[in-house]
């Protein structure tokens, strides 16, 4: 969607690599969210950011990490990427609360 | 904490007749609520909200939903189903905490339109 990319759109990786995603939005929006998709669980957060250097967790954390230096720029990392990991990753951003959220095109990401 | 039960992972309508999505949550305050599209290979979209005011919201390609709050309901309708909406639903709720809030998503509904 305009004013949001994440990149890349798609990714292989094996068992045990560090990956990195990246969520780039021009909007200037404080609050930006990762969440992943997987079929029956709708989407999960993983972790949050309500501004640079302010992040949070999500009921997914575990194995993950993320990092903010920048508004633009929401980095989400996968410290050693497992089978479990296999899945599409959705960055989001928001104004406030009541505005609801513009996503990103997403990530497909398969760990072999 | 905030939860959202979507009832029906599968709904399917003839073209024509009436979609109704039903969607119901668990808030301990006054909550904001969403409906999101998803259409295949894409990113979710805003539908419509409830944050205060009128109850009955009205969204984007002729969908409303109902906050009831008595009901804790955040129903999604549509009068008239056109194949144009068949795509995968989710509800939504706000969920606040210190220093930020994050949205508390269902595990959505796919919507299936037959000719």
């Known amino acids: 969607d305009a004013g949001i990319t994440q990149s890349p759109r798609h990714k292989v990786t094996e068992t045990g690599t560090p990956v990195t995603l990246r969520c780039h939005q021009t909007e200037n929006h404080r609050y930006m969210y990762w969440y992943r998709q997987d079929p029956g669980h709708g989407l999960r957060l993983i972790h949050y950011s309500y501004g640079v250097k302010d992040t949070d967790k999500g009921e997914v954390s575990d194995g993950y990490s993320v990092s903010r230096s920048k508004t633009e720029d929401f980095l989400l990392t996968l410290e050693s990427a497992t089978s479990s990991q296999t899945s599409v990753y959705f960055c989001a951003i928001t104004q406030g609360e009541w505005y609801g959220y513009t996503f990103g095109s997403g990530t497909r990401l398969t760990v072999v | 904490a905030q939860s959202v039960t979507q009832l029906g992972s599968h709904v399917s309508v003839s073209e024509g007749a009436l979609v109704l999505l039903r969607c119901n949550y668990s808030?301990?305050?006054?909550?904001?609520l969403f409906w999101y599209v998803q259409y295949p290979n894409q990113g979710l979209q805003l539908l419509l909200k409830?944050?205060?005011?009128?109850?009955l919201v009205k969204g984007i390609n002729g969908f409303e939903a109902e906050f009831k709050k008595s009901e804790t309901s955040f129903h999604l309708t549509k009068p008239s189903a056109h194949m144009s909406d068949a795509a995968e639903y989710f509800c939504?709720?706000?969920?606040?905490?210190?220093?930020?809030?994050?949205?508390?998503f269902g595990a959505g509904t796919r919507l299936f339109v037959k000719a």
């Open positions: 409830y944050t205060t005011g009128a109850t």
């Open positions: 808030s301990s305050v006054p909550p904001y």
């Open positions: 939504a709720v706000s969920d606040q905490n210190t220093g930020g809030f994050k949205t508390i």
